[in-house]
T-cell receptor, first 116, second 110 residues
Framework: GAGVSQTPSNKVTEKGKYVELRCDPISGHTALYWYRQSLGQGPEFLIY????????DSGLPNDRFFAVRPEGSVSTLKIQRTERGDSAVYLC??????????????FGPGTRLTVL | RKEVEQDPGPFNVPEGATVAFNCTYSNSASQSFFWYRQDCRKEPKLLMS???SGNEDGRFTAQLNRASQYISLLIRDSKLSDSATYLCVVSSGSARQLTFGSGTQLTVLP
């Protein structure tokens, strides 16, 4: 079946611009996670949704970052007033549920964001 | 101090070699432990979960020492296709998110 998909695969923007990154989770997966991976580092947690609500947004670095999942499926990560330090690969993952044994997280291919 | 620490490598080994990766974690509340594999410019994929009793999956063996807060991965009879970055990952019971180490890069040479 289809895995997690993310669009766009690459995004180049200028400092100060607004960007939206989209994630389509695996069908039927209730939990959705956003991570950010900088070069040479492991992914870092940003936020996760259980259904439509953000269950934990403690990883969002500041208030320029916001994410939504209005219908409990597709999610959009929004970054305002982008800065060069926001350049990274943004990874989305989904899991069937948050409870073992259905909590394995499946990752999408990521969106590579470059802020010039 | 990072929550999950790994030797970044790189590890360059010949085909057929045995290689071991180590990882330490600082959060004693961590309850779930994993090794993920990440190929260059690809997404991370679950390699195996790690249990206190230790577990094996073919050529891969994972061990967990809760007292020392230490996790290991052993790869026997390395194949060229094992070349990748191996990420040590922990999760606490209350937090659903995964906490990743920086990864250990492995290259298996012909």
């Amino acid at each position: 079946g289809a895995g997690v998909s993310q669009t766009p695969s690459n995004k180049v923007t200028e400092k100060g611009k607004y960007v939206e990154l989209r994630c389509d989770p695996i069908s039927g997966h209730t939990a959705l996670y956003w991570y950010r991976q900088s070069l040479g580092q492991g992914p870092e947690f940003l936020i996760y949704f259980q259904g439509t609500g953000a269950a934990d947004d403690s990883g969002l670095p500041n208030d320029r970052f916001f994410a939504v999942r209005p219908e409990g499926s597709v999610s959009t990560l929004k970054i305002q007033r982008t800065e060069r330090g926001d350049s990274a690969v943004y990874l989305c993952a989904s899991s069937l549920s948050i409870s073992y044994p259905d909590n394995e997280q499946f990752f999408g291919p990521g969106t590579r964001l470059t802020v010039l | 101090r990072k929550e999950v620490e790994q030797d970044p490598g790189p590890f360059n080994v010949p085909e057929g070699a045995t290689v071991a990766f180590n990882c330490t974690y600082s959060n004693s509340a961590s309850q779930s432990f994993f090794w993920y594999r990440q190929d260059c410019r690809k997404e991370p994929k679950l390699l195996m979960s790690v249990y206190s009793s230790g577990n094996e999956d073919g050529r891969f063996t994972a061990q967990l020492n809760r007292a020392s807060q230490y996790i290991s991965l052993l790869i026997r009879d390395s194949k060229l296709s094992d070349s990748a970055t191996y990420l040590c990952v922990v999760s606490s019971g209350s937090a659903r998110q995964l906490t990743f180490g920086s990864g250990t890069q492995l290259t298996v040479l012909p």
